[in-house]
């Protein structure tokens, strides 16, 4: 804990860091990791707006800002996602906690730190410049099955169709996952493999999921495969480093869906 | 989930390879037919405490099942038939697994830290590698006798205490064998996962099973070599 009730001197007092950040120009072009200090930074400042006052120094000094990804800044959305000191999201310095890039705060680290920021590597994220990758497979995994097809027209009752609390609070938990990525990043094979699940498990518990239950599992494995991530190896990487705690129960429940769907004759569209 | 798109950089999808689920399957099924050997092979090399005369006879019985009804060394051929097929099937998940792996990540962290891998997760493949050279060598040295200290001609039993007697090749026992445990104690939550038989409620269980299990397999083969060295057998 910091003294700094006591001393109003202290709240002045900001960190000074060194950040090694990737820098690359664009998706086909080698990046590198480059050295850059900042100093006077709030223990109150999130990690993003520390990388805003990185980029402020850099466009009055005449240099390219640093380009990464975020919209709402407060851990809902799952757009930002930095690799921070070699965990996603910086799970490695905000544990305990669980927490997203935008979330997580200066205080966690120390005056004179050196914090290393890169982006999500995967062959299925691109980057496109510096932090910024393309998360686009993800989309695609949805388009092969994470919805479910209802005729549209008026809402229904919410209580027309019962939902045996048990199974309405493990979809939630499911459909907690934001997309954000972190669980491939984190992964040591890359593997998408709790997103989908996350995925196949919030629809597949509910009532509304089950007439395309079989389909869906078989078509987003399959369309996971096809954008090359890794396959799973039950590491527990990705449920460590998840902002929402998305947990590895979700990914035996796809893998005993899966196993069903293909006994059930279910085959993925090619 | 916001995405940026850029066009003119989607990625064309590949062909679909095999699912890399029932890659996973395969590594399962497999390995449980290999874990169910091991229990019998562990029990069995535990007869060695029963007497050079006793240890002897199990080796001959092995090679004698179902006789007279079917020829010698039949049941073993076929024990040594599926327990093949399920090596050759496992590795080559494994192999095809860790090949997507290298694709699916081809530039490496720069700096990446572990928050939650087991050490035994982290040993599955290498690990793995050098329990498979340990099997060719061990079966060379044990079974066939071609690079047993006393040669091909002895007793299983003689076989057994002339090598442990050598404190290298008791060292390359003991490493082989904790590596297994490793493998086992990561293989067994691994291979629960991926037969969809775990959940939340189960995950403690699983996993202190894994760890029972693998623990009491790892001694059950462990003592054996340390009674040859410290000459409660020989």
Redesign the interface.
């Known amino acids: 804990m910091r003294s700094s009730v006591g001393n109003p001197a202290d709240e002045k007092r900001g960190m000074n860091l060194t950040l090694r950040i990737w820098r690359q120009k664009g998706p086909s072009v080698k990046g590198r990791m480059v050295t850059y200090e900042v100093t006077d930074i709030s223990p109150d400042m999130s990690f993003l707006e520390m990388l805003d006052v990185l980029n402020e120094q850099l466009i009055l000094s005449g240099d390219e800002p640093v380009v990464f990804d975020h919209d709402c800044r407060e851990g809902i959305c799952g757009s930002c996602g930095l690799m921070i000191n070699g965990t996603a999201h910086g799970a490695g310095v905000a544990a305990p906690g669980r927490t997203t890039t935008c979330q997580l705060h200066m205080r966690k680290f120390k005056d004179g730190d050196t914090i290393d920021v890169e982006p999500w590597r995967a062959s299925a994220f691109p980057v496109i410049k510096d932090l910024a990758v393309n998360r686009g497979a993800l989309d695609r995994i949805i388009q092969a099955g994470g919805y479910v097809s209802v005729p549209t027209g008026t809402a229904p009752d919410a209580h027309a169709v019962p939902v045996p609390k048990k199974d309405a609070d493990a979809a939630f938990d499911a459909a907690t996952c934001i997309g954000c990525g972190a669980c491939v990043a984190a992964c040591p094979n890359a593997s998408s493999m709790l997103f989908t699940a996350a995925k196949v498990s919030h629809l597949g518990l509910l009532p509304q999921g089950q007439p395309e239950r079989n389909d869906r599992v078989v078509n987003m494995v399959a369309q996971q495969d096809r954008e090359g991530f890794g396959g799973c190896t039950n590491i527990g990487e990705c449920s460590a480093a998840c902002p929402k705690g998305i947990s590895m129960e979700n990914i035996s429940r796809l893998n005993h869906d899966l196993l069903g769907a293909l006994r059930a004759g279910a085959r993925p569209k090619s | ?6 066009s003119g ?3 064309t ?5 095999t ?7 395969v590594m399962a099924v497999s390995g449980i037919i290999l874990v169910l050997y091991l229990i019998a092979h562990m029990i069995g090399n535990l007869k060695v405490f029963a007497g050079r005369e006793s240890f002897n006879h199990y080796s001959e019985w092995i090679r004698t099942i179902g006789e007279p009804a079917v020829p010698s060394q039949t049941t073993l051929w076929i024990i040594r038939i599926v327990l093949l097929a399920a090596v050759i099937a496992h590795f080559w998940a494994a192999v095809s ?1 860790w090949r ?2 290298r ?16 050490y035994a ?2 040993t ?1 493949r290498w690990g793995g590698v050098i329990v498979l050279l340990f099997i060719i060598w061990h079966i060379l040295d044990l079974t066939v006798g071609a690079v047993n200290p006393d040669g091909a001609d002895s007793t299983p039993y003689d076989r057994l205490v002339a090598s442990f007697q050598n404190p290298f090749i008791t060292a390359f026992y003991v490493l082989a064998l904790l590596l297994l445990g490793m493998h086992l104690r ?1 293989g067994i ?2 291979a ?9 409620r189960r ?1 403690r269980t699983v996993n202190a099973f894994a760890i029972a299990f693998a623990t009491l397999l790892t001694v059950g083969f462990l003592i054996v070599p340390f009674s040859v060295l410290f000459n409660i057998v020989d």
């Open positions: 989930m916001v995405t940026v798109t850029h950089q989607r990625r999808p590949k062909a679909a390879k699912n890399s689920v029932f890659k996973k399957v697994l997507q792996a694709r699916a990540r081809p530039e490496r962290y720069v700096s990446k830290k572990a928050v939650a891998q087991s997760s982290r599955m990561h939550w691994s629960t996962q991926t037969l969809g038989q775990s959940n939340k995950e």
